[in-house]
């Protein structure tokens, strides 16, 4: 199969920031396959993991029993939802606010040495990065909210980001999406590290509540409430045909950024099978487990009553959930919504073939949420 491989040089991949001992057992999992194309990527995430172990040990000698005492208190409130579906939106305007934090990009890169590092190395390579993210209009930055799963992947090589790396062997990490597959010693091990990065967000912010978005939680209930039984979730969802062709646009810029061997099938096929296999585990674990919450936790969000209604959406969830604080919070959430004006979303097309894969697939979302399959994209 002849492919054009893109964005060949990119420095982009979600693993970096990785620890040596964690690197090498990723690598000896995948078979040590990483394509010539992509040797140097290996040889810059390898050469970064030698300094992020050194700086990672010096901090668990520095931090270590300060984590040890504490407390995820109060627990984290947790935004879910399908990539694409305006979780990072929604995150942004509940983890800016006064009382509430969100894991950051730094953080999300360097998991085990942000408490040492976080003076210092953003601002020395701040202009490095780009403005907005590579496949929409989101703005971009160290300090900008992030997805503690890419944290997650590095910390426990237990994840499907892992899948989008080495997509020989997909199958081995599709099934972390929801964890239902999953031995009990990687389910301990996966707990284990997000209290762990839980509490280093709550320590460098003085035990402010963490606002946590990661797509790949909507699959996690049992999961999540087994270790936060009284947490609180936002469910924010959206026309699945809009999802998937958002997934896929997104997927065809992130995907180039983190192979370490190119798929052996066309990467556009690949892409849409992942796609669609993924969104199916999400929907169908969402729709089954989200009366698990306990009632009061839980709100359910339509992407389109969220936009252009911000204000009263926020405000209604302090309310429901009795969060303290709106009257702190918002002149915080006006002038940040204020700035957002002439935020222009992409506009993107679905064909008919791929609007009946998506209803055949997703056909749970569909039915739970009371989409319309004959809908066309606006």
């Not at 010096?58 to 694409?84: C, Q, S, Y």
């Not at 999300?108 to 490095?128: D, G, H, K, Y």
């Not at 978005?213 to 209930?221: N, Q």
């Amino acid at each position: 199969m002849n492919v054009e491989v893109q964005k060949r040089w990119s420095t982009d991949q979600l693993i970096t920031g990785i620890e040596l001992q964690d690197w090498l057992k990723l690598l000896g999992r995948n078979r040590y396959r990483v394509d010539p194309t992509y040797l140097h990527r290996a040889a810059w995430v390898g050469g970064m993991s030698m300094g992020t172990s050194l700086m990672g040990r010096l901090e668990d000698a520095r931090f270590g029993r300060k984590l040890a005492n504490t407390e995820i208190d109060p627990a984290p409130l947790f935004v879910i939802g399908h990539w694409r579906s305006g979780t990072t939106h929604l995150h942004n305007l509940l983890g800016r606010l006064p009382g509430h934090t969100y894991p950051t990009v730094y953080q999300c890169i360097f998991p085990t040495c942000f408490l040492s590092t976080q003076n210092v190395l953003p601002a020395m390579t701040e202009r490095l990065m780009d403005d907005t993210r590579t496949y929409d209009n989101v703005k971009h930055g160290w300090f900008e909210a992030a997805e503690d799963e890419i944290a997650l992947a590095k910390m426990t090589g237990l994840s499907p980001y892992i899948a989008f790396m080495f997509p020989g062997n997909a199958l081995e990490y599709e099934r972390y999406v929801d964890f239902v597959e999953a031995n009990t010693e990687e389910k301990e091990t996966w707990k284990e590290a997000f209290r762990y990065f839980l509490k280093k967000i709550m320590l460098a912010t003085g035990g402010e509540r963490v606002v946590v978005k990661s797509c790949t939680h909507t699959a996690r209930i049992r999961l999540i409430l087994d270790m936060f039984p009284n947490a609180k979730f936002v469910h924010i969802h959206r026309h699945p045909y809009e999802v998937y062709a958002s997934t896929l646009h997104m997927r065809s810029h992130t995907d180039w950024e983190n192979f370490f061997h190119l798929p052996e099938q066309d990467p556009e096929v690949l892409r849409s099978q992942q796609t669609l296999e993924l969104g199916r585990r999400i929907f169908e674990r969402v729709t089954e487990d989200r009366h698990l919450i306990p009632e009061g936790n839980l709100i359910e969000i339509p992407y389109r009553e969220l936009c252009g209604n911000e204000m009263a959406s926020v405000q209604n969830i302090y309310e429901t959930f009795d969060l303290p604080g709106w009257d702190r919070a918002e002149p915080v959430l006006r002038d940040y919504v204020d700035g957002l004006a002439g935020y222009k979303r992409n506009r993107l097309k679905l064909d008919k073939k791929s609007r009946a894969r998506v209803y055949e697939a997703w056909r749970s979302s569909f039915d739970a949420y009371g989409y319309d399959p004959d809908e066309k994209l606006g």
